[in-house]
């Protein structure tokens, strides 16, 4: 049994995540510390920190806090949780690989004809910006749905999600509440239109805005999606769909 405790600033300290963030764990439930001092200070334990580790563990794999906290209260199991997460890295490494391979490629160019084509240099661009938001499985079910779509219906998704930003930029100019029934419709749409691109993946879906708030709506969507539309979708999504 580990006796060591820590006070919040030093748990912070040695972890990395920051006192803001442990409080807000404390604050939801999510990790409360086992003690308090005769100051009423906060206390970790040895357990409190193995629950930080998983709880970690679990944000690494894109789960919200809410179903963290269900799959704790659970009794989600440590091996379990390091298993995930090896499994989450190892496909981490695998688009790094890739991303790799294309680095090699350019310093092969370089080194043959001191300069790189620029089609060489944009493949790598996306490559690096596809490794930092998707795994290898949501790329692969990115191509496999393409292939599905073919050509002409890829052009028609693009299109359509095309008329959607274009529709949310007249409303946003407009200043349109995001609760207005036009705008949610708007929003189901353009869901509905993510989802078929994305093959009704939620985790791809999830990726593909992820990369949109990351990157910023104009460069992630190659200037489809401005920022004052995106902002307006985000809103939207905020009120839900009411019927």
């Known amino acids: 049994m580990n006796a060591r405790r820590w006070r919040i600033g030093e748990l912070a300290a040695a972890t990395g995540v920051t006192v ?7 604050q939801i439930g999510l990790l409360r510390p086992a003690e308090r001092s005769p100051a009423g200070h906060r206390v970790y334990t040895g357990d409190d920190v193995r629950r930080l580790y998983r709880i970690l563990a679990l944000r690494e794999l894109r789960l919200p806090l809410a179903e963290i906290r269900r799959s704790l209260e659970a009794g989600a199991d440590l091996r379990a949780t390091l298993d995930r997460q090896l499994d989450q890295v190892e496909r981490q490494l695998a688009g790094q690989h890739a991303l790799r391979r294309r680095l ?3 310093a092969a ?18 490559a690096m910006m596809q490794a930092r938001h998707f795994t290898p499985e949501q790329l692969a079910r990115f191509e496999e749905r393409h292939r599905e779509l073919g050509q002409d219906g ?3 998704r693009m299109r ?9 930029r007249e409303h946003a100019g407009r200043g349109t509440d995001p609760a207005d029934p036009a705008v949610q419709d708007l929003a189901r749409r353009w869901t509905a239109a993510v989802a078929g691109l994305a093959g009704g993946d939620r985790n791809a879906m999830s990726a593909i805005y992820g990369k949109i708030e990351a990157r910023g709506p104009e460069a992630a969507t190659k200037g489809m999606l401005s920022e004052d ?8 999504f905020a009120v839900g769909f009411p019927v």
């Open 20 to 26: 803001r963030t442990l409080r807000h764990f404390d």
């Open 104 to 106: 090699l490629g350019l």
């Open 109 to 126: 160019a370089l080194d043959r004809a001191g300069r790189p084509s620029i089609d060489q240099l944009i493949d790598t661009m996306e």
């Open 154 to 156: 890829l052009a028609r």
């Open 160 to 168: 359509e999600l095309d008329g959607l930003a274009a529709e949310a």
């Open 229 to 236: 539309a995106w902002s307006l979708l985000r809103r939207a």
